[in-house]
C-alpha cells in the first residue's frame, strides 16, 4: 500500500472519530449547564421532543443529509451541533499531524533513545526502547481529549459566562496521568543512565530525572497564582474564579513554559477579538474568557515549543 493513500485512510478514521466524540460534546454542552446527566438519556429534538434514531445521530453527515432540519418536525437544528463536531474532528486530525504520524515515520519508529552522556568517556548512553512510541502515542491521546474538554469549556462559557467546575476536574485528571506517565518514563531511562554509568540513584535524583515533573508542577501555579491574586484583588471583577482553575490545571499539563505560553496568546486573543467584537457588534464589556483562554492553550500545545524556542534565540 502506497504511504499516502495509507496517510489518508489513517487520517479518515481519526476525523470520523474526532466528529464521533464531537456529538458526545454537544450533549455535554447542552446537558452540563443544566445540571442533567450526560450519559443514559437517548437524545431528542429540542424542538418536537421525538427521540432521535440512530441514524439520525451520525455526526455531521446527518445534519448534511437532513439539510439541518429535524426528521420529524422540521424544525431548524442549531448549525452549534455540526460545527462542535467538525472542529473536534479536525482538531483531532491537527493535533496528530503536529505531533507526526504519518506512515514514513511510522514504519521507521525511533526506539534508540539516548539517555545521557557517560561522563568517563563523553559519549552517548543510548538505549533501545520499543516503548517510547506507546510514550508518543499516549502523549497524543491525552493531547485530543483536552482540546475536546476545551471546546466544551469554549461554548459554555461563551453563551453562559461560566466554565464548569466538571471540565476543569476532566483536565485536572488529564494532567496527573501526564504527571504519572511522564514521571514513570523519566525514571526508567534515568535508570538506564544510572545503570549504565554505575550509579546508585536516590529517590529525588529518580523525581526530577530529566526534570518534567517538577516543569510541569510548577506549570500548575505559575499562570494561576498570578491571577488568583488579580481574582481576589478585584473581588471577581477582573477575572472568573473558573479561569484561574482552568490555568492552572492547564497549567499542569503544559509545563511551565507553555503555560505562560497559553497565557499570554490567550489574552492576545481575547483583547484583539474583543476590541473588534465591541466596535462592531456593539458588544458589551463582560468578556468569557474562556474561550481565548482556550485558543491560547491550543496554540500552545501545538505551537508552543517553537515559540519558546524562537523566543529562545534572542539570548
Ligand atoms: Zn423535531
Same mark, same amino acid.
Given at each position: 500500500?502506497?504511504?499516502?493513500?495509507?496517510?489518508?485512510?489513517?487520517?479518515?478514521?481519526?476525523?470520523?472519530?474526532?466528529?464521533?466524540?464531537?456529538?458526545?460534546?454537544?450533549?455535554?454542552?447542552?446537558?452540563?449547564?443544566?445540571?442533567?446527566?450526560?450519559?443514559?438519556?437517548?437524545?431528542?429534538?429540542?424542538?418536537?421532543?421525538?427521540?432521535?434514531?440512530?441514524?439520525?445521530?451520525?455526526?455531521?453527515?446527518?445534519?448534511?443529509?437532513?439539510?439541518?432540519?429535524?426528521?420529524?418536525?422540521?424544525?431548524?437544528?442549531?448549525?452549534?451541533?455540526?460545527?462542535?463536531?467538525?472542529?473536534?474532528?479536525?482538531?483531532?486530525?491537527?493535533?496528530?499531524? +503536529?505531533?507526526?504520524?504519518?506512515?514514513?515515520?511510522?514504519?521507521?519508529?525511533?526506539?534508540?533513545?539516548?539517555?545521557?552522556?557517560?561522563?568517563?568517556?563523553?559519549?552517548?548512553?543510548?538505549?533501545?526502547?520499543?516503548?517510547?512510541?506507546?510514550?508518543?502515542?499516549?502523549?497524543?491521546?491525552?493531547?485530543?481529549?483536552?482540546?475536546?474538554?476545551?471546546?466544551?469549556?469554549?461554548?459554555?462559557?461563551?453563551?453562559?459566562?461560566?466554565?464548569?467546575?466538571?471540565?476543569?476536574?476532566?483536565?485536572?485528571?488529564?494532567?496527573?496521568?501526564?504527571?504519572?506517565?511522564?514521571?514513570?518514563?523519566?525514571?526508567?531511562?534515568?535508570?538506564?543512565?544510572?545503570?549504565?554509568?554505575?550509579?546508585?540513584?536516590?529517590?529525588?535524583?529518580?523525581?526530577?530525572?530529566?526534570?518534567? +515533573?517538577?516543569?510541569?508542577?510548577?506549570?500548575?501555579?505559575?499562570?494561576?497564582?498570578?491571577?488568583?491574586?488579580?481574582?481576589?484583588?478585584?473581588?471577581?471583577?477582573?477575572?472568573?474564579?473558573?479561569?484561574?482553575?482552568?490555568?492552572?490545571?492547564?497549567?499542569?499539563?503544559?509545563?511551565?513554559?507553555?503555560?505562560?505560553?497559553?497565557?499570554?496568546?490567550?489574552?492576545?486573543?481575547?483583547?484583539?477579538?474583543?476590541?473588534?467584537?465591541?466596535?462592531?457588534?456593539?458588544?458589551?464589556?463582560?468578556?468569557?474568557?474562556?474561550?481565548?483562554?482556550?485558543?491560547?492553550?491550543?496554540?500552545?500545545?501545538?505551537?508552543?515549543?517553537?515559540?519558546?524556542?524562537?523566543?529562545?534565540?534572542?539570548?
Amino acid at each position: 500500500m502506497s504511504e499516502t493513500l495509507f496517510n489518508i485512510i489513517l487520517y479518515s478514521f481519526i476525523f470520523i472519530f474526532g466528529i464521533i466524540i464531537g456529538s458526545f460534546l454537544n450533549v455535554c454542552i447542552l446537558r452540563i449547564p443544566l445540571k442533567e446527566t450526560i450519559v443514559s438519556k437517548r437524545s431528542h429534538c429540542m424542538s418536537c421532543g421525538h427521540q432521535l434514531a440512530w441514524y439520525d445521530l451520525f455526526p455531521l453527515f446527518s445534519y448534511l443529509f437532513l439539510r439541518g432540519k429535524c426528521r420529524y418536525c422540521k424544525a431548524k437544528i442549531s448549525k452549534q451541533y455540526p460545527i462542535v463536531e467538525f472542529i473536534n474532528g479536525a482538531m483531532a486530525v491537527l493535533c496528530f499531524a +503536529f505531533s507526526g504520524f504519518l506512515a514514513d515515520k511510522l514504519a521507521n519508529i525511533n526506539i534508540y533513545i539516548k539517555v545521557g552522556v557517560d561522563p568517563a568517556t563523553n559519549l552517548d548512553i543510548v538505549v533501545k526502547d520499543w516503548f517510547a512510541s506507546v510514550y508518543d502515542i499516549e502523549a497524543v491521546i491525552l493531547t485530543c481529549i483536552l482540546c475536546s474538554v476545551l471546546i466544551v469549556i469554549s461554548v459554555i462559557d461563551w453563551r453562559t459566562f461560566e466554565i464548569p467546575l466538571s471540565a476543569n476536574i476532566v483536565i485536572l485528571v488529564l494532567g496527573l496521568i501526564k504527571l504519572v506517565s511522564y514521571w514513570y518514563q523519566d525514571c526508567r531511562y534515568y535508570k538506564f543512565y544510572c545503570d549504565a554509568v554505575g550509579k546508585n540513584p536516590g529517590f529525588f535524583e529518580l523525581l526530577y530525572a530529566r526534570g518534567r +515533573f517538577l516543569e510541569l508542577v510548577i506549570g500548575f501555579f505559575v499562570v494561576s497564582v498570578p491571577l488568583a491574586i488579580i481574582y481576589y484583588a478585584s473581588k471577581g471583577k477582573a477575572m472568573g474564579g473558573g479561569d484561574v482553575k482552568l490555568m492552572a490545571v492547564a497549567g499542569l499539563f503544559l509545563g511551565w513554559k507553555l503555560a505562560i505560553v497559553a497565557l499570554i496568546v490567550g489574552c492576545l486573543y481575547g483583547s484583539v477579538i474583543h476590541i473588534i467584537r465591541m466596535k462592531v457588534s456593539g458588544e458589551g464589556k463582560q468578556l468569557a474568557m474562556g474561550p481565548y483562554l482556550s485558543a491560547g492553550i491550543v496554540t500552545a500545545l501545538w505551537f508552543g515549543n517553537n515559540i519558546v524556542q524562537w523566543y529562545g534565540s534572542f539570548f
